[in-house]
């Protein structure tokens, strides 16, 4: 069995996480923007793997997110109890529609539009992380860039830490390659109206270099 899959959007957040790893045996990996390019890559990279013989023994999905400002701060950690894909689903005059609330075989849905972080990783990354900020993580196609918008995730994610545009994805890879998934983000802007100038990536792409001691 192989070691631990980290996967990542982009090479800048796989490049901050292999400068701070201690354990030779991470593969660390980026697999693209976005649930569906992050998702098929990762089962692509699973089957490989099993294929080989080696398997991967869990999958991260990590990088930086957007930060609810008033649940977590910018350059901070954050590990998700659970993958969620807030935006999958249908627009009705009463608001947004869930995916799975619109009467589909459960089978077709992935797993749900909300997959549960493995409790043995995520227990094990909270005692190495222990300032990290816990909670879900929602997926989104969209990067959220308006109040109205951050306000009705708030309103429909009341739990919510985070977001990004890869977990869920992952996440679904994970569970159908019955492979244990958790998902590590550091925050590099605050979730609300779009201001690039606002935005602390060389702050998060180092909280990320720090944080990546505890994978392993």
Known sequence: MSGLLVVTAVPAEAEAIQAGLADPTVAVLPVGVGPAVAGAATARLLALAEMAGRPYRAVVSAGVAGGFAARVAVGATVLGTRAVA????????????????????????????????????????????PAATVGPVLTVSTVTGTTASTDELIRRHPDAVAEAMEGYGVAVAASQAGVPFVELRTVSNPIGPRDRDAWRMRDALTALTAAATALR
């Not at 608001?95 to 972080?117: H, V, W, Y």
């Open 86 to 129: 807030a935006d999958l689903g249908a627009e009705s005059p009463d608001g947004f529609i869930p995916i799975d609330e619109l009467g589909m075989p459960a089978e077709l849905l992935g797993g749900g539009t909300a997959i549960d972080a493995d409790p043995a990783l995520l227990a094990a990354l909270r005692t190495a992380l």
